[in-house]
């Protein structure tokens, strides 16, 4: 047991607490916000992040990083793995022989990879962390148009997908980065005005997009927990469990290369991209598995109660675990 | 060969970031014909969250110094109270009886559109005294203001405005600043954090809550607020350059040859950053209030309409003259 | 008493034991006289190059240190004043100090040690081959790994860099900054300070500039002045990003990114080792750190709003 935590150093569980634990309190801001407003205006949020916040923090994070088509391949096809692997896991879990597959099914398997990841993964991760943080809510969000419309509806919805300003701006953020021209002095300095201005709103999007997130939880009573157990178990412990079974077939197959070499950075690189996936895998249900399935069961809302309540002990575990066997030098 | 002169590029440097952040909320308001969106529960996020954490974290890592609170706040309550009799005389020739109708005239915006021109502008520091100014136009519209338009004072009111309290501590950590024991001060730490990331919300949001407000503007409801809205778009800068010459001459932001240019920066930056606020329109919680308690609310809307319009326009010029002659 | 007769033979055994091995300790070690040539004192450099010079079992090192204590006069009175016979070799700290020690000594071994640019500055022809009697080691970075590191950190479009107008190694700096400027997409601000008369108005100059962070480079002028540019810096929350270390931890400068002056201190005393032992410095190899090394003030990234990522954690010192 000491073993362990000396693997990692005071400082750096300190630096870790220091990132997650801001969140957690933003967090419990929302929920606050929720109950007090009898989350009745989820819609507003819900609007202006979908809308302006998130596109504006895709953009922003995306622009400025290198474009690595190498990385958005790793990151989509680990995330399809993890998505397959909750669910069949999920379905043999929670397969309700009466009402065949259940809506609870939806909240096992996606997590909330656009409200809580891009803020933890920004403050614990860097720019590097946002921006794959960014691609890897964009495959979630491809799934979820596909598979997870799917599971509803019988029916995918894959057009709904290319309408989003998530997907917009994401194309928009690669462009930008490869602009093959070069600009006078003062069209440039303009369109990093017009890129500061994305940027502000960007920064601004962290809060607000935790905030919508505890939103709706302000609904939530404790007695709804008593249906959600396995459900919320299995998102946050298994989908770290299943990232990390894919983490270590990237290793195995040489896609995150282990050899440090001469450039540190490019190995760090790799780190951060498993320890991206491991902490996206963690992540609590999300919110929106309640706009999917309609009106949430009693089971949805539990799994999403248990997952969030749990997540404050399972994140900072993983992380933990980041920084012992995927960081430690 | 530049297209856009230095100076012009100073100005639009400044503007620009916080007009494409004002588009996007333009555009969610037209994209939103239903008027889905709840405003209110915006205003209520910034209001009781994000603007506390903003004026905290914006005051506590920084020096308080007394004297430039003062001269600032100062300067805040001096153009309230030199606009005031000009905004009443104004309301008497238009033969309008309600006291509402002088709120958008007499206090400023100087959240939406202030706070982020000063940081673009001036940087931290110009933000941090742009918060001063704000915090006491805030005290005086929630006190004096509430009772221009209800006709009695509520201190309760006044003394729940969460701002004020962030303004209360965050001074009071600037200038205590006590060695703390281990764990408190991580704790402390911690809380800052969550803070300061609460902060970055303030700007944006507020901005694109103006910009979608706009989105509903008709044009022909424009013309009631003309008269009021000039005057303090013309007004409120020219009675500010007359205030930033009159504290010159007494010596309460000199102008010395061989001034530490630090010092003098400093006082330079004070002296846009009153002026700068005292060319805003007026401010949305005008409005507000004259909603509340009834009192013209549809004359204000019109003014501050025209006001934010107009200052498209009359900000950029303002901000032109103080690059030319402040700074 | 066979206990004691017992107890008298081994201790005996140990006299004569230690009388066999003690030449190897004292008595066969050459004593070697050094002149430290130090412009601002002594720095973690000098206590790595101390500590392998003291763990030799060749060499008994006598180190004289010739501190300038930042002042070029100071500095060419100590290199005119030097008794070359007194030592068998120089080390010297920094590009100044070792150019002005070249005039000097032409004839005994100088190990250079925190050069910047030792080719570019005249000192040595190559890094293999001096083709002179100086070797050593240099804190040179790479910049486009410095600027790799700082991306993750920070987004900058505009970087103001402040070096010392007199100086001609920032030159060389600011030229390989200039070089990345499209690849990281930012632009250079260009902010030369003549003198300490000049350091206020180049800092109006950088808050003017609205530069998103400010680059020094590895300059004794701007450490001997640090506390007054990282405190204005700081007040208008501009990132300070240094070469030198101990401008983190005593000005309170955001992030250092270059190499551990320890580790460049050990370095330059293998080098010292090997001219000791009868190399041409000519024949031995400049050397350089391999990777970057960080350090971090957290209540300066506090007070700035920045995160630290904790992937850096592993390169990184933490200064509260």
């Known amino acids: 047991m000491e073993h362990f935590f000396a693997l990692a150093t005071p400082l750096e569980i300190r630096m870790m607490l220091r990132g997650f634990i801001p969140i957690v309190m933003i967090l419990i801001i929302g929920i606050f916000i929720g109950r007090w407003d009898n989350s009745k205006h989820q819609q507003t949020l819900n609007k202006l992040t979908d809308y302006i916040f998130l596109p504006c923090l895709a953009f922003s994070a995306i622009h400025k990083h290198a474009f690595d088509p190498v990385e958005i391949f790793s990151i989509g096809a680990a995330v399809l793995m993890i998505m397959v692997g909750m669910t069949v896991v999920s379905f043999f879990t929670l397969r309700d022989k009466v009402r065949g597959c259940s809506g609870n099914l939806l909240a096992s398997v996606y997590m909330s990879s656009g409200s809580l990841l891009p803020p933890l993964a920004f403050v614990l991760f860097g720019y590097e962390g946002l921006a794959k943080a960014i691609y890897f809510h964009l495959f979630v969000t491809i799934f979820y148009y596909t598979a997870g419309r799917w599971m509803v509806s019988g029916r995918a919805d894959f057009k709904s997908f290319f309408k989003t300003p998530l997907f917009h701006l994401i194309i928009l953020g690669i462009a930008a980065r490869n602009f093959p021209f070069s600009l006078s002095d003062n069209i440039q300095e303009l369109s990093w005005l017009l890129e500061k201005g994305i940027h502000l709103t960007a920064m601004g999007s962290l809060p607000l997009l935790i905030i919508s997130f505890g939103y709706p939880l302000g609904l939530l009573k404790r007695s709804d927990a008593n249906g959600g157990f396995v459900g919320g178990a299995l998102r946050i412990v298994a989908g770290p469990l299943v990232a990390l079974l894919v983490v270590c077939l990237y290793r195995m197959t040489g896609l995150t290369s282990m050899e440090r070499g001469y450039d540190v950075l490019g190995y760090l690189d790799y780190r951060t991209t498993e320890a991206l996936l491991l902490l996206g895998a963690a992540m609590p249900s999300s919110h929106r598995v309640i706009c999917l399935a309609g009106d949430a069961g009693k089971a949805e809302r539990g799994t999403i109660l248990v997952s969030v309540t749990g997540a404050v002990i399972t994140i900072p575990i993983v992380l933990l675990y980041i920084l012992m066997y995927i960081f430690e030098e | ?327 | 008493m066979l206990d004691i007769y017992r107890h008298f033979r081994l201790a005996l055994l140990l006299a004569v034991l230690l009388l066999a091995t003690a030449p190897a300790w004292g008595a066969e070690r050459e004593v070697k006289r050094i002149a430290m040539i130090l412009f601002r004192g002594e720095t973690p450099a000098e206590k790595g190059f101390r500590d392998i010079l003291a763990a030799s079992k060749d060499f008994d090192v006598k180190i004289t240190v010739l501190d300038a204590n930042q002042s070029k006069d100071k500095l060419r009175n100590i290199v005119d004043t030097l008794d070359l016979a007194h030592f068998d070799l120089f080390y010297a700290f920094g590009t100044m100090a070792t150019q002005m020690a070249m005039e000097k000594i032409k004839e005994k071994p100088i190990i250079f040690n925190v050069v910047q640019r030792p080719v570019e500055a005249g000192i040595i022809k190559s890094w293999e081959h001096s083709g002179n009697n100086a070797t050593g080691a240099s804190n040179i970075v790479s910049t486009e790994s410095a600027f790799k590191t700082l991306a993750l950190v920070m987004s900058i479009r505009k970087l103001g860099f402040v070096y010392y107008d007199k100086d001609p190694a920032p030159k060389y700096q600011k030229n390989d900054i200039a070089k990345e400027q499209k690849k990281f997409g930012f632009k250079l601000v260009d902010i030369p300070v003549r003198d300490q008369q000049a350091i206020p108005a180049a800092l109006i100059k950088i808050v003017n500039a609205k530069v998103d962070a400010v680059m020094f480079p590895s300059d004794s002028f701007i450490k001997a002045n640090a506390d007054i540019i990282m405190t204005t810096l700081n007040k208008h929350k501009i990132p300070s990003i240094v070469i030198i270390p101990e401008m983190v931890k005593d000005n309170g400068a955001l992030l250092s990114l270059g190499p551990d002056y320890y580790e460049l201190g050990k370095l330059a005393a293998h080098n010292a080792l090997e001219v000791l032992h009868g190399k041409q410095p000519t024949d031995v190899p400049s050397k350089t750190v391999s990777s970057l090394r960080i350090s971090i003030n957290l209540k300066t990234a506090d007070k700035l709003g920045i995160n630290f990522p904790l992937q850096l954690l592993s390169l990184s010192t933490i200064i509260h």
């Open chain 2, 1 to 327: 060969m530049n297209l856009i002169s230095n100076e012009m590029l100073i100005i639009i440097r400044a503007v620009l970031p916080s007009f494409v952040i004002a588009f996007f909320g333009l555009l969610l308001g037209k994209l939103d014909s239903k008027r889905e969106i709840n405003q209110k529960t915006i205003s209520n996020i910034v209001y009781y969250f994000f603007t506390p954490c903003l004026v905290f974290s914006s005051l506590h890592k920084r020096s308080f110094d007394f004297q430039e609170f003062a001269v600032i706040g100062g300067a805040a309550l001096i153009l309230i109270a030199m606009m005031t009799p000009v905004a009443f005389f104004v309301k008497r020739r238009a033969a309008v009886h309600e006291n509402g109708y002088v709120l958008p005239i007499i206090f400023m915006n100087t959240g939406n559109i202030s706070l982020p021109i000063a940081l673009l502008m001036f940087g931290n520091d110009g933000l941090a005294k742009a918060i001063m100014f704000h915090m006491m136009n805030i005290m005086v519209l929630y006190s004096y203001g509430v009772y221009l338009v209800s006709g009695k004072t509520d201190l309760m009111q006044f003394a729940k405005i969460p701002a004020l309290w962030a303004t209360v501590l965050g001074v009071t950590a600037a200038t205590s600043n006590p060695a703390l024991p281990g764990i408190i001060s991580d704790v402390y730490d911690i809380v800052n954090k969550g803070i300061d990331v609460l902060a970055q919300g303030a700007i944006p949001v507020l901005i694109i809550n103006l910009g979608y407000s706009m989105s509903d503007t008709k044009l022909s409801t424009l013309k009631a607020g003309l008269t009021g809205a000039s005057l303090r778009l013309l007004g409120g800068p020219l009675m500010a350059f007359g205030l930033v010459y009159g504290y010159r001459m007494i010596g309460w932001m000199p102008v010395i040859p061989g001034m530490d240019p630090l010092v003098a920066l400093g006082y330079r930056t004070s002296e846009a950053i009153i002026i700068l606020n005292a060319a805003m329109p007026g401010p949305i919680m005008a409005y507000l209030l004259n909603v509340k308690f009834d009192n013209c609310p549809a004359k204000a809307a019109s003014m501050l309409a025209v006001g934010t319009l107009g200052g498209i326009v009359t900000i950029p010029l303002t901000l032109t003259l103080v690059t030319r002659y402040i700074l």
